[in-house]
Nanobody, 115 residues
């Protein structure tokens, strides 16, 4: 079992930045992959970025060059640094962990990009 708690969402103007955090209830050394997904109203939940235990990163085309995923093994936390935010980035952002072939999800944090 893995519990995930996200934080860091909020309201930001276009062009602004936010950093999301995802704290895990166990050591992330043993977690194969951690990632961030997002879901806008009326749309499916899509992958934003992921990072493996070996440090391999993967990004959605729409966020490449603007978002950065990182992990702090000592704090059991994964981060999503979001820069140059656009209104179309508005969504609920969810943290996900793949642990022994099971996927675990956080409760989500709202990100709203609006002037």
């Amino acid at each position: 079992q893995v519990q995930l708690v996200e934080s860091g969402g909020g309201l930001v103007q276009p062009g602004g930045s936010l950093r999301l955090s995802c704290a895990a209830s166990r050591s992330i050394f043993s977690i194969n992959t951690m990632g961030w997904y997002r879901q806008a109203p009326g749309k499916e939940r899509d992958l934003v970025a992921s990072i493996t235990s070996g440090g391999t990163r993967n990004y959605a085309v729409s966020v490449k060059g603007r978002f950065t995923i990182s992990r702090d093994n000592g704090r059991n936390t994964v981060y999503l640094q979001m820069n140059s935010l656009k209104p179309e980035d508005t969504a609920v952002y969810y943290c996900m962990a793949t642990y022994y072939l099971n996927n675990y999800w956080g409760q989500g944090t709202q990100v709203t990009v609006s002037s």
